[in-house]
Structures are given as C-alpha cells and as structure tokens.
T-cell receptor
Framework: EADIYQTPRYLVIGTGKKITLECSQTMGHDKMYWYQQDPGMELHLIHYSYGVNSTEKGDLSSESTVSRIRTEHFPLTLESARPSHTSQYLC??????????????FGNGTRLTVT | RKEVEQDPGPFNVPEGATVAFNCTYSNSASQSFFWYRQDCRKEPKLLMSVYSSGNEDGRFTAQLNRASQYISLLIRDSKLSDSATYLCAVNSGYSTLTFGKGTMLLVSP
C-alpha cells in the first residue's frame, strides 16, 4: 500500500485566510494529483504534476495553486479562502508506467470548512 | 456524452446476493481501467485493475468490453461490509485518470 500523507485532516478557517494543504508521499512516485470532492459527488481533478517543477491545471477550474519542488511533496495553497472552497481535498500519487496509466493511491484527505 | 458514466444507484441487495455494475467510457483510445471503493467520507481505495483478459480477486470479478466501451464489476456472495460506493476510473488522452461519479451499493442483512 502506498504511503501518502495529508495534513491537516480537518481545517476550519475564516474567509480571506491563506492556507496550505500538505501532501507527502514516500513511494518515490513521479506523478501527483489534487482532487476536490464534495459530499456524495464525483472527484474533480484540480491540479497534477508529472515530476519536479512540473505542474498542470486539471479539469476543474480552481483558485488554488500548487508547487512541486521535491518529488515527495506537493502542497496546495489557497491565497484567500472563501466559503465556496469548503470541500474535501484528496491528494494522490502514481508511479510512471510506459504505455498505460498506473493506479492512483490516495491520501486520507483534508476536509476544509471556510466560514 | 460524459467521459465516464456510472449508474449512481443505490443498488440494494441482501447478503449473499450477486450484484454487477457497469461503467461506460467514451474515449476508445483508453488503455487503463480500474475499480475503486470509497466508504462514506473516506478516500477512494484501489479495489482492482481491469485487464483485457478480465481479472478476478476472490468474490470480485472485473471485465472489460472494448467493443461496447464498458467495464463491469461483479460481486458474488455480497457481505454487509461491501456496502460502499464503487468508482470506476479510466485514463483519458492526457495521461490522467477520469473517475465516474460512482455506484452506491447497500447490502442489507
């Protein structure tokens, strides 16, 4: 099982605050991802990275930003949190595999509430 | 047409029943297919990969039908603990996985 960690698990924060959600993996996976999921709804890809210094926007427009300075670390930052950002944020990683996509391994998520 | 579509359910079945879900995908060039299980308010966990030749793991069987562009998941002898949402995932043309909305399964005593 992949070792991928997210902190914090739960975060309640006021509108306008800057927040960073942390995600680290110890598997040496090249690819990392951030998904957003509202309760009972589908996963939406918001950012992904193929490796160090690579970041791409996903399918869902997001006001967040990401960075990938180290292979194992893929933090997500919201410069100014708003109530519409209230959601669960799931980080994932996968190995590089030629010709096909490897399965994703997910962290246990950060549940963000913006008041 | 959405890239990946699933019947949201819920599928209500008694313990011991056999249940099957399908997942259709629109990109005929897709190469990788997976089934995930997600419990309420938890992260998705990989259940099994779906190979061209099919894949079986205990009570779970996954199949791929390229001609009709769908994958299926069969659960035999359902347990109460199988109650969860089952997500299918298919790779898109941009080398990322696209997830379906999931099918909810409720197994009752």
């Amino acid at each position: 099982e992949a070792d991928i960690y997210q902190t914090p698990r739960y975060l309640v924060i006021g509108t306008g605050k800057k927040i960073t959600l942390e995600c680290s993996q110890t598997m040496g996976h090249d690819k990392m991802y951030w998904y957003q999921q509202d309760p009972g709804m589908e996963l939406h890809l918001i950012h992904y990275s193929y490796g160090v210094n690579s970041t791409e926007k996903g399918d869902l427009s997001s006001e967040s930003t990401v960075s990938r300075i180290r292979t194992e670390h893929f933090p997500l930052t919201l410069e100014s949190a708003r109530p519409s950002h209230t959601s669960q944020y799931l980080c994932a990683s996968s190995d590089t595999q030629q010709g096909s996509e490897s399965p994703l391994h997910f962290g246990n998520g950060t549940r963000l509430t913006v008041t | 047409r959405k890239e990946v579509e699933q019947d949201p359910g819920p599928f209500n079945v008694p313990e011991g029943a056999t249940v099957a879900f399908n997942c259709t995908y629109s990109n005929s060039a897709s190469q990788s297919f997976f089934w995930y299980r997600q419990d309420c308010r938890k992260e998705p966990k990989l259940l099994m990969s779906v190979y061209s030749s099919g894949n079986e793991d205990g009570r779970f069987t996954a199949q791929l039908n390229r001609a009709s562009q769908y994958i299926s998941l069969l659960i035999r002898d359902s347990k109460l603990s199988d109650s969860a949402t089952y997500l299918c995932a298919v790779n898109s043309g941009y080398s990322t996985l696209t997830f379906g909305k999931g099918t909810m399964l409720l197994v009752s005593p």
